[in-house]
T-cell receptor, first 116, second 112 residues
């Protein structure tokens, strides 16, 4: 069974802090994704990566960056946390080169981040 | 780019009744349509998916139908049970090398 592990379930940070959200998958998946989930807005894609050291902007990349130094690990970075980044963050991975059709996403349990 | 609309946003049904959730998509080249279920406090999990070369797929009490001409697909749950209560997301994968695009979700409540 695919396991996608997010390092923290709950996180509280102060405005202006640099925040790292870590995600590790154990199935040798090429593709990894970071989503943000807010009530009424569904799942919005922040960044994704189809290979090591590769990254692409999703729909809402502003205020975020990512790092993928190893295939199994995909980190989301909030350079200077703001209150409007308070949200649930979900990491996901999938098999297949280039993230193309027919490759189901496997999600982590999520990190609920509160920025005060 | 691809746009996925999902309706209704909330749905309440009596236990044992059927539930239907509908989604429309904009990119006619989209070719993969998964459905995810997210129970309260848990991660979204794939429950069923359909590809563009198939019109219908069933798995026990759940089924998905796809109408490529009209660019819509639907999730059908029969004989609903309280454990079906969750948020359901539809998604579509557009053409080319782009990730899944999700609908905004439907909160289904099954009333015992």
């Amino acid at each position: 069974d695919v396991k996608v592990t997010q390092s923290s379930r709950y996180l509280v940070k102060r405005t202006g802090e640099k925040v790292f959200l870590e995600c590790v998958q154990d199935m040798d998946h090429e593709n990894m994704f970071w989503y943000r989930q807010d009530p009424g807005l569904g799942l919005r894609l922040i960044y994704f990566s189809y290979d090591v050291k590769m990254k692409e902007k999703g729909d809402i990349p502003e205020g975020y960056s990512v790092s993928r130094e190893k295939k199994e690990r995909f980190s989301l970075i909030l350079e200077s946390a703001s209150t409007n980044q308070t949200s649930m963050y979900l990491c996901a991975s999938s098999f297949g080169t280039g993230g193309r059709a027919g490759s189901p996403l496997h999600f982590g349990n999520g990190t609920r981040l509160t920025v005060t | 780019g691809e746009n996925v609309e999902q309706h209704p946003s909330t749905l309440s049904v009596q236990e044992g009744d059927s539930a239907v959730i509908k989604c429309t998509y904009s990119d006619s080249a989209s070719n993969y349509f998964p459905w995810y279920k997210q129970e309260l406090g848990k991660r979204p999990q794939l429950i069923i998916d359909i590809r563009s070369n198939v019109g219908e797929k069933k798995d026990q009490r759940i089924a998905v139908t796809l109408n490529k001409t009209a660019k819509h697909f639907s999730l059908h749950i029969t004989e609903t049970q309280p454990e079906d209560s969750a948020v359901y997301f539809c998604a579509a994968i557009p053409s080319g090398n782009t990730p899944l695009v999700f609908g905004k979700g439907t909160r289904l409540s099954v009333i015992a």
